[in-house]
């Protein structure tokens, strides 16, 4: 395969984890008022370690540590993002 055809293909792969960030972080959006109604904490961290942990065993060995790494920074920002829903509310 040419490299043009590689990164046509690559950038297939990254619009659909675009178009899949967006969708989880409208999710995060309805979690977020579900749980300020519900004066519930952002943080549930005994949640984000399952999802660390699925997120490791879910992928190739080779691969697990990334995988992790990857799905703290999505739980970051969504928290980050959470979080500035509730402010705003606030404010
Ligand atoms: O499931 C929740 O309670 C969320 O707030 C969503 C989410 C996530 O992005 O998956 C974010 C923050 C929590 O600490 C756990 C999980």
Do not use: N, W
Not at 10 to 22: F, T
Not at 57 to 67: E, F, I, M, R
């Amino acid at each position: 395969m040419e490299l043009t055809d590689l990164r046509r293909e690559i950038d297939r792969v990254d619009s659909e984890i675009l178009r899949l960030l967006a969708e989880r972080m409208a999710l995060c959006d309805r979690v977020a008022a579900y749980k300020s109604d519900h004066g519930l904490p952002i943080l549930d961290e005994a949640r984000e370690e399952e999802k660390l942990a699925r997120a490791a065993a879910s992928v190739p060995a080779d691969l697990s540590g990334d995988a992790r790494e990857l799905f703290a920074l999505l739980l970051s920002l969504s928290r980050r993002r959470q979080a500035a829903l509730r402010k705003r509310e606030v404010d």
